[in-house]
């Protein structure tokens, strides 16, 4: 008789869980969408920061070029602005 009532609370037990086992199935299905859809994110969010930072280099490399060329540019307009040594040796 025992056995019969342990046999009964334990067949109880199973056939409680079912409903619970799908609904469990279904919140990881969402979650995993949920993983899928956030991951997407992140990748698209990495290619941006990757373009982001080519940009960038980019724009440094056209301020370090014309840095440059106002820095030639005020050396030979301040050499034009000397007389010329050679010039004077021959006068």
């Known amino acids: 008789m025992w ?3 342990l046999c009964i609370v334990l067949l ?3 056939t409680s869980g079912g409903g619970q086992v ?5 919140q990881n299905r969402t979650l995993s969408e949920q993983t899928k859809t956030q991951l997407a994110e992140i990748e698209k969010l990495k290619t941006h920061a990757r373009s982001l930072e080519d940009r960038l280099i980019e724009s440094e490399h056209q301020l370090a070029a014309m840095e440059r060329a106002k820095s030639e ?3 030979l ?4 602005d000397q ?4 010039r004077s040796r021959r006068d």
């Not at 007389?83 to 050679?86: K, Q, R, T």
Request: glycine share 14%; charged share 20%.
């Open 3 to 5: 056995r019969f009532l």
């Open 12 to 14: 109880a037990g199973c």
């Open 73 to 75: 540019s005020e050396r």
């Open 83 to 86: 007389p010329d040594s050679s």
């Open 77 to 80: 307009a301040a050499g034009a």
């Open 22 to 26: 799908g609904s469990l199935q279904s």
